[in-house]
């Protein structure tokens, strides 16, 4: 059973700054991409980042609103994998969830193609 374990969420004025690390259980973190989506209060869940293993020529990916602000990576010997969010602003507010892809299914902006997920951090940004 893998495990994900989401950390570094906070209150945070506009322009501010926050790092998320995601922790994840077991040997294999390096063979699974993995992606970070948020839900704000009273919508649907949203894409926010997606990091590919080397394998598949360790591309990221972002939802247009983050690109340029939002940077994920990932530590392959630390099982973990970051969302490093500069100039935050206020509708940035959510809770942020990272989640590990399943190589079977296709795409990777899709909560669909994702098995794994942690149980979130929120992150506010007040204005």
């Known amino acids: 059973q893998v495990q994900l374990v989401e950390s570094g969420g906070g209150l945070v004025q506009a322009g501010g700054s926050l790092r998320l690390s995601c922790a994840a259980s077991?040997?294999?973190?390096?063979?699974?991409?993995m992606g970070w989506f948020r839900q704000a209060p009273g919508k649907e869940r949203e894409f926010v980042a997606a990091?590919?293993?080397?394998?598949?020529?360790?591309?990221?990916y972002y939802a247009d609103s983050v690109k340029g602000r939002f940077t994920i990576s990932r530590d392959n010997a630390a099982n973990t994998v970051y969302l490093q969010m500069n100039s935050l602003k206020p509708e940035d507010t959510a809770v942020y969830s990272c989640?590990?892809?399943?190589?079977?299914?296709?795409?990777?902006?899709?909560?669909?193609?994702?098995?794994?997920w942690g149980q979130g951090t929120q992150v506010t940004v007040s204005s």
């Open positions: 989640a590990r892809r399943n190589p079977l299914r296709l795409g990777y902006s899709a909560a669909y193609a994702y098995d794994y």
């Open positions: 077991g040997r294999t973190f390096s063979s699974y991409d």
């Open positions: 990091t590919m293993t080397m394998g598949s020529g360790g591309r990221t």
